[in-house]
């Protein structure tokens, strides 16, 4: 985990005007007048901008924060806020699909309601639907993120070749990189949750594609894992691994070692969500990388896209600055900060008419999410996080040669039908 501080600037207001400003007409908190913020974060390489922008806005406030990796933040938030240790704000997950997840979290009291926050009701309603608990708004969500083929363009016409837009040719294209002698996408499944998203990726057409309300009908009963085409999405992956569309040993891979391998062209590309881009051009500041769907079928038209709410920001319902919590949060949900954050994520805003320009790597993605040829992220409509730690760790097992692909689709039925 990352700590840091950044610098301060001398206050020329009181401390309490500092805080009255801009708070949203909220209740004072506990603070005492304090100006610094805790927060913990999950967004490692564009918070920071965020950060020293609110600084800048409000001169003489102190942001303590920490970023880390999505497993190491989900071990340690829960403990962290049961224990009275938490941060001020917080990264929480839309839905219900892994500890740092909103229901998770808002169901046992320790994130404080948002619903009267001014940014609350501009929600669109999909976004809206999975930052809430009950009727109530615990989550500042503000991208829009997706998952797919991102590719290094420099690394691509080196080596001849295109983004591929059928599974037939999907494959072929794995099978000349590796005969290149630069496989096609790092995969760093070292890190667990980096496991899941080439199958969401094969999942999104595979599964949704004749079956829109297939979520719908795992609810009532009615569809399994086991019994669906998550069968053949898995057996996609796997027929992947085995074409060698991936570096040598995922499983000996973190996420990390996984965007070098990507951005400086040792592999064409890297299947992850779009949030990676900004990460890959800190490695390498002179590439271009451009997110496309992965196909699965040989039919471009009946290809989808997962894409959905991204983390936001939650606030400790037992903040020690409850008043700078608000007011860093309404500043992460307004024009300038969320344009900050997608554009250093390479993301797309939750909210409307905030005047950002979407940059060219997300063309694609952007064209999905206008033609509704997209699905929600899977786990976070799924009834509790128990589920996806069983694919996670499943996927793994599967990997390294524990476990086979028909146990883990049981197994995740079985935690799935143990419901919230």
């Given at each position: 985990m990352k700590t840091r501080t950044l610098p301060v600037l001398i206050a020329a207001l009181t401390a309490g005007a500092v805080l009255a400003a801009c708070s949203g007409g909220t209740k004072a908190g506990s603070d005492g007048g304090s100006r610094t913020l805790t927060l913990a974060s999950v967004d490692q390489g564009s918070v920071e901008d965020v950060v020293k922008a609110f600084?800048?806005?409000?001169p003489g406030v102190k942001v303590r924060y920490t970023t880390s990796g999505a497993d190491q933040y989900q071990q340690q938030i829960r403990t962290q806020l049961s224990s009275g240790t938490a941060p001020d704000v917080m990264s929480v997950w839309p839905g219900n699909g892994n500890p740092g997840a909103t229901h998770v979290l808002a169901e046992p009291g320790y994130l404080r309601d948002l619903s009267d926050q001014p940014w609350a009701a501009r929600m669109p309603d999909a976004i809206k639907s999975v930052a809430q608990y009950d009727g109530k708004t615990y989550n500042a969500i503000f991208g829009q993120n997706g998952i797919g083929a991102v590719y290094n363009q420099q690394a691509m016409t080196k080596a001849g070749l295109t983004p591929p837009d059928t599974w037939t040719k999907l494959l072929a294209f794995c099978r000349a990189a590796k005969a290149e002698g630069t496989p096609a996408f790092a995969l760093g499944n070292q890190d667990n949750w980096v496991t899941q998203l080439v199958l969401y990726a094969l999942v999104a057409t595979t599964v949704y594609g004749d079956d829109r309300d297939f979520d719908q009908r795992m609810q009532a009963g009615r569809a399994t894992f086991a019994q669906s085409p998550w069968t053949t999405a898995l057996d996609k992956y796997l027929t992947m691994e085995r074409t060698g569309c991936f570096q040598k040993n995922p499983l000996g891979t973190t996420y990390e070692a996984g965007q070098g391998l990507a951005a400086t062209g040792r592999t064409l590309g890297i299947i992850q969500g779009n949030w990676v881009i900004a990460l890959l051009k800190q490695k390498?500041?002179?590439?271009t990388f451009t997110l496309r769907a992965l196909p699965a079928t040989d039919d471009p038209s009946e290809t989808l896209i997962p894409a959905a709410a991204g983390a936001g920001y939650g606030v400790n319902a037992k903040a020690k600055n409850e008043r700078l919590a608000l007011k860093f949060v309404t500043f992460v949900?307004?024009?300038?900060?969320?344009?900050?954050?997608?554009?250093?994520?390479?993301?797309?805003?939750?909210?409307?008419?905030?005047?950002?320009?979407?940059?060219?790597?997300?063309?694609?993605?952007?064209?999905?999410?206008?033609?509704?040829?997209?699905?929600?992220?899977?786990?976070?409509?799924?009834?509790?996080?128990?589920?996806?730690?069983?694919?996670?760790?499943?996927?793994?097992?599967i990997f390294s040669g524990q476990s086979r692909p028909e146990k883990l689709l049981d197994d995740m039925d079985a935690d799935y039908e143990a419901g919230s």
């Open positions: 600084e800048k806005a409000n390498n500041p002179k590439g949900m307004s024009p300038e900060g969320m344009n900050l954050f997608v554009e250093k994520q390479g993301g797309l805003p939750s909210l409307p008419d905030t005047g950002y320009a979407v940059d060219p790597s997300l063309t694609a993605l952007s064209q999905f999410v206008e033609a509704d040829r997209t699905v929600p992220f899977m786990d976070q409509l799924w009834p509790n996080a128990k589920v996806q730690q069983t694919m996670l760790s499943g996927l793994q097992e």
